[in-house]
Structures are given as structure tokens and as C-alpha cells.
């Protein structure tokens, strides 16, 4: 069977996954919203005689007020912390940890998706929404009412033990994705939370893993950040999942804001989200991250998920000493109650445990789709891939992590309903006509051995890392982190042994030698320029076994783009050599390095990584040609449009990421990136297809945050336009320039109009059009 006859199947199964997510979805989001055109609710709320919240003609806050005034003193304390109380009829909240796939109890089983950053090396929304479509069912069959996901939290350092679990470096691509999983975890009538609301980006070095570092760890560390950096980098990605996908929840994290615990910090809390950004779900606590009764019920927290704090004694201590009024008490319970009835909470029968009655081949096929779309192809020297069976007599594939699952450790953690391991899946990808040969690399002299026989050496080696704890260092050689019975749910992983030792061997004894990553960040690679292919695999889900070996064998074109620059040395990254920038001195990390995140930082320094962000090769070329800048759009306060077109110049199908970076004036006090990412759009092209690809911006992509005035402002001058398949290099780069407020720009630069009110809204890459050539060729 030849590829295209396999592509061409594969496309096939896609569809009838898509068609089977989707009707699920329509089913789940009839379910929550049952019975909005009828006066009885048909779930578990009861008789409107005995309880009118129970009319479901009535708006989710009317319902809530008629409830909460129904309720007794002890009822209202129970529902804080998710309590039934059946004399209100109302049913025990639940909720699972779900980032990377539902956690469930003991002895469940759940889909175990590819990690986060491989779903943000995808570039693609809809992936998202497929992912969190999957997991959103997986939670509904398992009884669960909502999942505790997605993280949302920034890469400040790639040493962050839990940077697997979250989106990368960019603010813009982690909101884009964070939008697309809530929006599809919610279509299955289960409830997203967000997390960790804010500045939540370390765990800590010298620590144990699950729990916290005991220098910057995460339960007491103090993030001392300044609001333009807040708004513009950190709170982007949460504002855009409560203001664009409707998120339910927002789960506040364990360290401190400005010398202020995040789960009683008002300024947070109450001025920006519920004020500013207008949310009306309702925040929760970190297992263990209430500290303070009093401040978290007069700062904004809601709900308790540990009960560390919102327990009946301690409550009740509160309010007789008046230190918390009933009425303060009273909004909690609204703003929860509303909640519940907004979700259909009320108003549909319990979801019951029953694994029988999920999807389990829609849900792998997911699973391996979303995994090969963020496959990054780093490395392709002499076209090495992929990998040609009818051309082959033999392939070694060394390391352990080939016949290994690998993932990170941490209450994103899932028992998976089943694994294919990248050995196994090249053995049966390989056909019997090719010698596949495995060797563990415990002893790279023997691993060279078995290389050096081979027609071409694959290499499997991967990192290590743990909620509770960071990594000591960015090689693959680090120490372990924790211990065994924490680590990776394997004594293994503490025995991984010299993997840069190992590389450097199979490489000298075999030239066609190709290194597959599964790590959960950027790692050092010094021995990138001794091997012909690197693949970025990540941390690649149950069903990652057999997504890997069908990038190898170029069944598929790789799919993704790094999320994450890659640095050549540690001493690029910007929290190197600075104790105080991390992992903090006393307790205090100081976020020294502004809105100068990731590439951004190493652009304005003129760094060379060894990959920087957005980079990702394909199996075919493009051209990237034709850009072209106009002022107004889309309306709804678009003010430009960019538009490029790209050709796909080779002799296969293939991926195109084209990504739209905006530079924007420095004023005095004000620096800024040279780089901003503000749009980006996958395309699928055979060859000879070109495809027009417009971009759409509103003001609030030009504007800055202004500390002063507390908002966002476009300041008058030059924008920088930037279009291309990665953030670097420069010169590859197609340009353009945007005047904006009067600023003379030269006679090239598009005039856009000038802002009529203070901007708000990101514009997501949902909005992006995409128009496909109807004739081949140009």
C-alpha cells in the first residue's frame, strides 16, 4: 500500500472521528443547556412547586438568588466547598484533574492525550477543541461534572517542572490554544477551570516532587511582577479563556502576587477578573492554597477544593466575629449557584461512572492526531526522513524511551486505557521485509554496535519532570529529580544513564542517525551537529507510538511548530546567572525581565538559538510570497489586514504555519520587543496549491499596557509588519509597515485608523481566513 493510499485512509478515519466528536458534542451541549424553553427542569432539581429555582424559564441568576435565599446557613457553608445538601436538592459537586486527560479515581482509566506543549506545538485551535472535546467526554462518562484544565500558565524558564502541562513562551498562542481546548471540553456539558490564576510558573528547585521546591517553591514563593508585565503576558491567556471561551472556572494558584497569596488577592480577584475582564463563573482554590478564611472570603475566592479553609468552624468563626458578613457570604453562593445553573448542572441527570460507554477508537484516533500534528521536525540534513521501507534493509532503534511510556509525573498524571510505544510501532510500521533491532543504550559502546549495522539509527532519549519540583539543569543528563515512587510512576527513570553519551556514540558508529526527543520542554542539544535528524516528539500520549512512527515513515508530514525557543547554551535564557529573576532569593522571584519573554528576549539581545520559536521543517518547501497590508477588515473593529500567499513548492503535501509578528514602538520607559506574535494559521497544501492566508487585527494588537493610566493604549508611530514560518531568522522574514495616530511612516506604510475607544479583545486565530487556489501551481 502505497503513502498516498495510507493518507488518503487516514483522512477517511479523521473525518468519521470529526463527524462522531462533533455529534457528541451537539448532544453534549443540548444536555447543558436542556429545557432553556420550559418551565419544568428535566434533570435532578426537583418540583417548581417545591422549588421554584427549579423553573428553568428563568434566568441562571433569578434561579440562584431563589436558591440561595432557600438555604440554610449550613447549607451555604457546605456549598463552598462542593458539599450535597439535599434538602435544596443539591448534589455533590465533582470535579477531576483533567490538563492532559481525566485523572478519575482509583482504578479509572482515561484517554492519556499527548502533553500540553505538544498540543501548543500543533498551531492549531481546532486541535484544541478536539483535544478538549475528548477529555470533556472522558469526564462526562466517568461522572464527573467538570475537569481541572486547562494550564494556562507562561514558560518563564524551560527548568519549570510542570512546563508539560502548559502552552510554551507565547502569550498569544497559549490563549489561542487555552480557547480552543475550554471551548471543546464545555461542548460535552462538563465545566473547564482555568488555572493557575497568576504568575504561577515555577514549582521550585530542591524539593520533592508532587508537593513543592524548597527554594522558590511554588506554596510560598512570591512573584514580584509589574502590571505592564502582568497584563501583557501573563493574564493574557486567562483573560481571552474567560472573555472568548466562556470558561465556568478559574482555580487560583499557591504562590503569592506582589506580597499577596493569589487566592486572596482582591487586585486580582475582584478588579481584574470580575470588574475588568466581567466574570461571572466563579473561582476556586489550589488543593491547599486557602490560607486565610477572612481573606479569601472578603478577596474574591469562591470555592474551596481542599476545604483548608472554608470549613464549617472556621466559617462560622467568621461570621460571628463579623469579620465576614452573611452578605459577602450570600455573593459566594450566587456566584457558584449561577454557575451550576448557566451548565445545565441542575438541569440534567448525574453523570454516572460508566467506561463502557466511552469512545475508546474516536478518542485514540484524537489522541494520535493531535500527537503528529505537533511532531516538530527540527533537523533534516540530507532529507534522512523520512524513512523509505522499500529502500531499507534494517533500522536500529536504541534507548530506552522507545519501549518505554514516557510522561510527566504530577496531578496531570493519567492511567491510560491503553499504550503503543514507539518500538512497537516501528516494528509494525517496518514491515517483515525490514530487520528492526532494539537495543536499551544502558551501555552506549554495545548500542554503537548495534547501530553501526543498521542502514539507519533512531535514538530515543527524553527529560524528566514533576509537578512540585523543578529541573536542576536544561540537559538530558540532569539529575533525577525526586524519588522513584514519585518519579514518573517508574524506578527507570532514575537510571536513564548518559543519554548525551549515548547519542554522541550511535552517531559516530552510524552516519544516517536520526534523535527522537519525548521531553516536556527545550533541552540543550550539543550534539545536534553530529546527527542527520532531530524530532521533537514530546511527552506524546498513549497513542504517541504509533503518531511517531508515522512522521518517521512520512505516512504523514510533521506537523509541528516549537512552542518554545530552544536555546544553543543556557546562558541565552534570561532567568540564567540572575538568583533574584529565579528561582528567587528569600522567597521573592523578580520578574526582571518584563515582557521580554522567551524569543522575545533573545531577539532584543541578539541571540542565535539553536531552534527559535514558530520553527518547524515539513517534508515539501513552501514559498511565502506577496504580502499585502490594507487598512479595515473584518469589522467588528478590525483596523488591518495582512494577507501572504503561500505555494507549496515541493513534491508532496504538507503543513504550512505562516505567523504574523508585529514590532511595536519603543517609547521612553516603554520598551518593546523587537517581535510580537499576533496571528497564525495552519494550512494543509499538496503540491503546486498556493493558499491566501489574511490575518485580521483590532487596536488591542498594537497597544501596550499603560501603567499609568491602568489600560491598555496604542501609542502613536511605525509598526513593524512581519509575516514568515518562524520568528527567526530575519531575513527570511516578508515585511510592511502600518502608520497608526499620525506617525509618518514613508510612503510604503498603511495608514490605519485611529482607535475609538480603549481596546479590549484579543483577535484569536480563529478569525483568520484561509482562501485555497482553485488551479495548481501559482
Not at 524569543?599 to 515539501?620: I, K, M
Request: glycine share 12%; net charge negative.
Amino acid at each position: 500500500m502505497g503513502v498516498g493510499r495510507i493518507r488518503d485512509i487516514w483522512w477517511v478515519a479523521l473525518c468519521v472521528v470529526f463527524v462522531v466528536v462533533i455529534g457528541n458534542t451537539l448532544v453534549g451541549g443540548i444536555s447543558a443547556r436542556a429545557g432553556a424553553n420550559s418551565t419544568p427542569s428535566n434533570g435532578r432539581c426537583g418540583s417548581v412547586a417545591q422549588r421554584p429555582w427549579c423553573n428553568t424559564a428563568l434566568p441562571a441568576a433569578t434561579r440562584a438568588k431563589l436558591m440561595e435565599s432557600a438555604m440554610s446557613t449550613s447549607d451555604k457553608i457546605g456549598i463552598l466547598t462542593g458539599t450535597a445538601e439535599p434538602d435544596v436538592g443539591l448534589a455533590a459537586i465533582e470535579f477531576t484533574d483533567g490538563a492532559l486527560g481525566v485523572r478519575g479515581g482509583t482504578g479509572d482509566t482515561a484517554t492519556a492525550m499527548p502533553a500540553g506543549i505538544s498540543l501548543a506545538a500543533s498551531f492549531d485551535p481546532f486541535g484544541a477543541y478536539l483535544y478538549g472535546s475528548v477529555v470533556g467526554r472522558d469526564a462526562k462518562e466517568l461522572g464527573y461534572d467538570g475537569v481541572w484544565g486547562p494550564t494556562v500558565n507562561m514558560m518563564r524558564t524551560p527548568l519549570g517542572g510542570r512546563t508539560y502541562e502548559a502552552y510554551g513562551e507565547d502569550p498569544f498562542l497559549t490563549a489561542a490554544t487555552g480557547v480552543g481546548w475550554i471551548q471543546g471540553a464545555q461542548s460535552q456539558g462538563v465545566m473547564a477551570d482555568v488555572k493557575h490564576f497568576v504568575a504561577n510558573d515555577q514549582e521550585g528547585q530542591l524539593g520533592v516532587p508532587l508537593i513543592s521546591g524548597t527554594i522558590g517553591g511554588r506554596l510560598y514563593v512570591n512573584a514580584v511582577v509589574d502590571q505592564r508585565t502582568l497584563h501583557e503576558i501573563d493574564l493574557v491567556p486567562f483573560q481571552a479563556a474567560v472573555q472568548q471561551g466562556h470558561a465556568a472556572t478559574v482555580m487560583c494558584g499557591y504562590n503569592r502576587v506582589n506580597g499577596v497569596f493569589d487566592c486572596e488577592n482582591a487586585s486580582l480577584l475582584q478588579n481584574t477578573l470580575e470588574k475588568s475582564w466581567g466574570f461571572d463563573g466563579f473561582v476556586m482554590s489550589d488543593a491547599g492554597s486557602a490560607h486565610n478564611v477572612v481573606a479569601n472570603l472578603n478577596h474574591g475566592l469562591d470555592f474551596d477544593i481542599a476545604d483548608s479553609s472554608y470549613n464549617s468552624p472556621e466559617v462560622e468563626a467568621a461570621l460571628a466575629s463579623g469579620l465576614v458578613t452573611m452578605a459577602t457570604l450570600n455573593e459566594h453562593v450566587i456566584r457558584i449557584l449561577t454557575t451550576l445553573f448557566t451548565y445545565g448542572f441542575f438541569d440534567r441527570t448525574a453523570y454516572m461512572k460508566n467506561e463502557n460507554t466511552i469512545n475508546r477508537a474516536s478518542d485514540n484516533a484524537v489522541a494520535e492526531w493531535v500527537e503528529q500534528n505537533g511532531i516538530t521536525l527540527l533537523q533534516n540534513n540530507d532529507n534522512v526522513l523520512p524513512l523509505e521501507s522499500s529502500q531499507l534493509r534494517s533500522i536500529a532503534v536504541i534507548g530506552s524511551s522507545a519501549d518505554t511510556y514516557v510522561r510527566g509525573s504530577g496531578s496531570s498524571e493519567v492511567s491510560p486505557t491503553s499504550i503503543v510505544n514507539p518500538l512497537q510501532a516501528i516494528e509494525a510500521r517496518a514491515g517483515k521485509s525490514v530487520d528492526v533491532t532494539y537495543d536499551n543504550g544502558a551501555v552506549p559502546s554495545e548500542a554503537a554496535a548495534v547501530a553501526q549495522r543498521a542502514d539507519v539509527a533512531i535514538v530515543f532519549v527524553r527529560d524528566s519532570e514533576s509537578e512540585g519540583v523543578d529541573k536542576p539543569c536544561m540537559s538530558l543528563d540532569c539529575p533525577n529529580v525526586g524519588l522513584p515512587d514519585l518519579d514518573n510512576g517508574t524506578d527507570e527513570q532514575l537510571t536513564i544513564g548518559p543519554q548525551a553519551q549515548l547519542i554522541e556514540s550511535v552517531a559516530a558508529a552510524n552516519p544516517n542517525t536520526v534523535v527522537v526527543l519525548e521531553t516536556g520542554a527545550p533541552v540543550l542539544t550539543p550534539w545536534r551537529d553530529m546527527v542527520k535528524g532531530v524530532v521533537e516528539a514530546w511527552y506524546p500520549g498513549q497513542e504517541g507510538g504509533t503518531a511517531i512512527a508515522r512522521v518517521l515513515f512520512g505516512d504523514v508530514d510533521p506537523g509541528g511548530r516549537l512552542p518554545a525557543t530552544f536555546p544553543a547554551s543556557p546562558a541565552q535564557e534570561q532567568t540564567f546567572g540572575n538568583l533574584n529573576a529565579y528561582p528567587g532569593i528569600d522567597g521573592n522571584v523578580y520578574y526582571d525581565e518584563g515582557v521580554f519573554v522567551g524569543y522575545r528576549w533573545f531577539q532584543a539581545h541578539g541571540y542565535t538559538p539553536a531552534y527559535p520559536f514558530g520553527y518547524g521543517l515539513s517534508y515539501t518547501s513552501f514559498d511565502f510570497h506577496d504580502i499585502a497590508i490594507t487598512p479595515g477588515g473584518l469589522g467588528q473593529g478590525t483596523v488591518a489586514s495582512v494577507s501572504v500567499e503561500v505555494t507549496n513548492t515541493g513534491s508532496r503535501q504538507g503543513f504550512a504555519v505562516p505567523q504574523l509578528y508585529l514590532g511595536l514602538p519603543s517609547l521612553a520607559g516603554v520598551p518593546q520587543p523587537p517581535l510580537q506574535l499576533k496571528g497564525f494559521q495552519k494550512v494543509s497544501l499538496q503540491p503546486g496549491q498556493t493558499a491566501t492566508v489574511r490575518f485580521h487585527l483590532n487596536d488591542r494588537s498594537f497597544a501596550y499596557w499603560d501603567n499609568e493610566l491602568n489600560s491598555w493604549k496604542v501609542a502613536p508611530g511605525c509598526y513593524g509588519v512581519s509575516v514568515g514560518s518562524a520568528s527567526a531568522p530575519a531575513d527570511q522574514l516578508l515585511r510592511g509597515t502600518i502608520a497608526r495616530l499620525g506617525a509618518d511612516c514613508g510612503t510604503a506604510a498603511v495608514v490605519a485608523p485611529a482607535p475609538d475607544h480603549a481596546p479590549s479583545a484579543l483577535v484569536l486565530p480563529a478569525t483568520p481566513t484561509v482562501t485555497y487556489a482553485s488551479s495548481r501551481g501559482t
